[in-house]
């Protein structure tokens, strides 16, 4: 059983998404059910028979985090979340080399407070959903993922990174001038202890792939073609796990975590408007951005 659903997975990462495939259209004769139900920035696509989808992050050409993209994120997530037919997500990239570059910086520069303020909710709404989901969320990073695009990796409940050299993953925040929130570094330290994560933020580090993989931030480590059929594998493994004894024993690991912002959910906005807002602040990121732009020639 955990074998056919590994080749079903497998084939729905191989073919990548399709547009204008929906419901049980499209299929070939004895191919698995699958449902496209993403739509523009993310490419979602779900195989019934396996209750496992692939969520393709599309928005080229780095995958940053702006306000549009997590919104349709959040509708997509919201959407297979519902679905009692899907008990899995691998969450993975559609741009090449990068698997997200994290909050979109355009974002936090020179907009006005009530922005900020949607802006900030919103990132906090992804993070709740993706720490929280009931289904078993598997990231395959198969590309950089520096600061917001680590910590949608580190709320998943495993983690498979391309051994890539040119690759990177980390909380850089400090690298730009800013500092994550207490909930970006509370799912930090949940996942590679206090120490390692103090060390990380202060300095802002990029770890390699190796790097990574030896502090617990990646659990695993593959050759970059063999990440999508890794992840169709360990997910097989998550799903033989009654999904009830799963979920209480994540929910009781996460709760903690997760209610110390929501207990803090306005004050943390009102944080993040009054830093970003700072001239110091801004000129961080402006400096930044030239830094991007030079970096490229
Ligand atoms: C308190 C808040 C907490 C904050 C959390 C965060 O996540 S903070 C975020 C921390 N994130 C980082 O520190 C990551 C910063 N980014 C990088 O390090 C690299 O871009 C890369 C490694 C992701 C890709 O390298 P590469 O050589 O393949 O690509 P490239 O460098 O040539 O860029 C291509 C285009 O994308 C643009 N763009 C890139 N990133 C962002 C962004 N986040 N946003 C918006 N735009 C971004 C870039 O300007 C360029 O635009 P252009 O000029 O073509 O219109």
């Not at 899907?86 to 993975?92: A, D, K, P």
């Amino acid at each position: 059983m955990a074998a056919v659903a590994v080749t079903m997975v497998r084939r729905l990462l191989r073919s990548g998404p399709r547009p204008g495939l929906c419901g049980a259209g499209g299929r070939e004769p004895g191919a698995a059910p699958r449902r496209a139900i993403g739509h523009g920035r993310v490419a979602v696509e779900l195989d019934s028979s396996a209750g496992v989808a692939v969520m393709k992050m599309e928005n080229l050409p780095v995958n940053s985090l702006s306000l549009d993209f997590l919104t349709e994120f959040l509708i997509s997530l919201e959407k297979l979340e519902n679905d009692r037919g899907c008990r899995g997500v691998i969450l993975t990239s559609g741009a090449p080399k990068i698997f997200s570059a994290g909050l979109d910086i355009m974002e936090m520069y020179r907009k006005s407070t009530e922005h900020y303020a949607e802006f900030w909710k919103t990132v906090q709404e992804m993070w709740l959903r993706l720490y929280q989901s009931n289904m078993v969320t598997i990231a395959a990073i198969n590309g950089s993922s520096p600061a917001g695009g680590c910590l949608m990796a580190m709320c998943c409940d495993y983690r498979i990174m391309a051994e890539n050299p040119k690759y990177s993953i980390g909380l850089n925040e400090t690298q730009l001038g800013i500092v994550a929130p207490f909930w970006f570094k509370d799912t930090m330290v949940n996942t590679i202890g206090n120490r390692a994560t103090e060390r990380s933020l202060e300095l802002g580090l990029l770890y390699s792939p190796p790097e990574a993989h030896k502090i617990g931030l990646v659990d695993q480590l593959v050759p970059e073609e063999k990440i999508q059929s890794t992840a169709a594998a360990v997910m097989s493994q998550w799903l033989a796990i009654p999904d009830h004894a799963r979920q209480i024993t994540k929910s009781m690991m996460r709760k903690p975590t997760v209610d110390r912002l929501l207990a803090h959910r306005e004050s943390d906005i009102q944080n993040f408007v009054s830093f970003i807002t700072k001239d110091a602040i801004q000129k961080s990121l402006h400096m930044y951005m030239e830094m991007l732009k030079q970096r490229r020639g």
